[in-house]
């Protein structure tokens, strides 16, 4: 039977399922609504909530790719959509919706701005994790192709040898004391090469990060002893070093207000000191209109971009995704 109450009605219902955490039950209002009128961006918005409540994150997409058609200016919409691709192993593509979604917040003066920069955020620490991934993925790759030219290498200069000679045992020897050396340079390279930031490693898997044999280590060629590299120590020294390294990030990169990591920094016209956006936004929101160290008269009007601090800080989060989590 179909329903009397009108799309916006549904809405309303859905809004209240909403609240008690009704989340199918919202989803059906919503639908219900959308059904009646297919035009209204905020029923997909609302029902793209439901999803991403219930971790349906391909159907928050789907329904956040109708909310920016229908309103190309829904902050929302370009936030759901970004959170459901960061969860989908989409960082990139989430970071851009999540900047979207962050300019249009700062146009419409949304209160909504410190949730949309802790994802950003959170998107940006997922980028540098890939890219991370990425490097040892392609080392060993690398390492693999290397190797087999090696092996190829030493099996034609054994294929090459007069077994009927009298120096043959001796050649061989040579041969096998050779595959050694370039495989104990080779790997050396490759495992330095490979090693990934210090402070990378808590977010990489062990299974990604660790050299095992038959990834890293080739068999042996058949016509040769399988041998076994002796450890680089050094370079075991510089590793245990470096997971020691302490995370630093320098104070000028701090909010001076909540000292955390700035995302966009704007710096006052009346002091010169330089603000994360969002933190003066709040400040100013509980009618604190004032510079909150110098302690002078500002408003919004009176700060402007730091965009060289913004370059350093965007940089400096590229290589050390941990930052976000300081």
């Not at 330089?274 to 009176?302: C, K, W």
Request: charged residues 30%.
């Amino acid at each position: 039977m179909a329903s009397n109450l009108t799309a916006e009605q549904h809405k309303l219902k859905g809004n209240e399922f909403f609240k008690t955490k009704a989340f199918d039950d919202a989803i059906h209002e919503y639908s219900t609504a959308i059904v009646k009128n297919p035009k209204v961006a905020v029923y997909y918005c609302n029902r793209a909530n439901c999803y991403l409540k219930l971790e349906r994150y391909n159907n928050v997409v789907s329904d956040c790719e109708r909310v920016v058609e229908l309103d190309p200016k829904s902050v929302k919409g370009y936030y759901f959509m970004g959170k459901a691709q960061l969860e989908l192993g989409q960082a990139s593509e989430a970071y851009s919706f999540l900047k979207r979604s962050y300019e249009l917040a700062l146009e419409q003066r949304s209160t909504f701005t410190k949730d949309i920069v802790m994802m950003i955020s959170e998107a940006k620490k997922q980028k540098w994790i890939e890219e991370e991934r990425r490097m040892l993925s392609q080392v060993s790759d690398t390492y693999r192709y290397l190797s087999g030219l090696v092996e190829q290498d030493i099996q034609r200069q054994i294929e090459a040898l007069d077994q009927a000679s009298d120096d043959y045992q001796e050649s061989m020897s040579d041969l096998r004391s050779e595959r050694q050396y370039r495989m104990r340079q080779l790997e050396t390279m490759m495992n330095r090469a490979g090693t990934p930031d210090a402070n990378a490693r808590p977010y990489i898997s062990l299974k990604q990060t660790q050299h095992a044999a038959g990834i890293l280590t080739p068999d042996a060629s058949p016509q040769l002893h399988k041998t076994t590299s002796k450890p680089d120590m050094e370079q075991e020294k510089r590793d245990q070093a470096g997971q020691l390294a302490p995370r630093e990030i320098p104070d000028y990169m701090l909010d001076k207000i909540t000292f955390e990591f700035m995302h966009d920094p704007v710096i006052s016209t009346k002091s010169g000191i330089t603000y994360e956006r969002n933190a003066l936004l709040e400040h100013f929101s509980y009618g604190r209109m004032f510079d909150p160290v110098a302690q002078v008269p500002i408003t919004e009007r009176d700060l402007v971009p730091n965009r060289a601090l913004k370059e350093a800080c965007d940089d400096f989060l590229s290589k050390n995704g941990w930052a976000v989590d300081y």
